[in-house]
């Protein structure tokens, strides 16, 4: 697996990002909201929780459930990512900070 820094993946996910809103423009006369890009990270953390639970067989689902797991944590990532963007958060730097407070309460 290729190791990628976090500033490559912030800049990756901004031009998919992009890519989406051409297909949303040409499909729907207008981009996403950013309450609507916010609703479909929720829908795949919602997701997260069945696959996780299935994962630890609690949940009976057919399926590569692994694959599909590693699918949408990497999809939240890109979510959380394109929300900060898009709000005018310097993701990198919030996330900096917070891990630093997190790391000093331990």
């Not at 998919?16 to 829908?43: C, G, M, N, P, S």
């Not at 067989?57 to 939240?76: A, F, I, V, Y």
Request: hydrophobic share 40%; charged share 30%.
């Amino acid at each position: 697996m290729k190791d990628m820094n976090f500033s490559e993946v912030v800049e990756r996910s901004v031009q998919i990002r992009k890519q989406y809103h051409q297909l949303e423009r040409q499909y729907h006369e207008k981009e996403w909201t950013v309450e609507e890009d916010a609703l479909a990270f929720l829908t795949d953390a919602g997701l997260v929780g069945r696959l996780t639970m299935s994962q630890q067989e609690r949940w009976p689902k057919g399926g590569d459930t692994l694959s599909e797991l590693e699918h949408k944590l990497s999809e939240c990532l890109w979510w959380v990512i394109v929300l900060a963007e898009r709000m005018n958060i310097d993701i990198s730097e919030s996330l900096d900070v917070f891990l630093s407070k997190l790391e000093k309460q331990l």
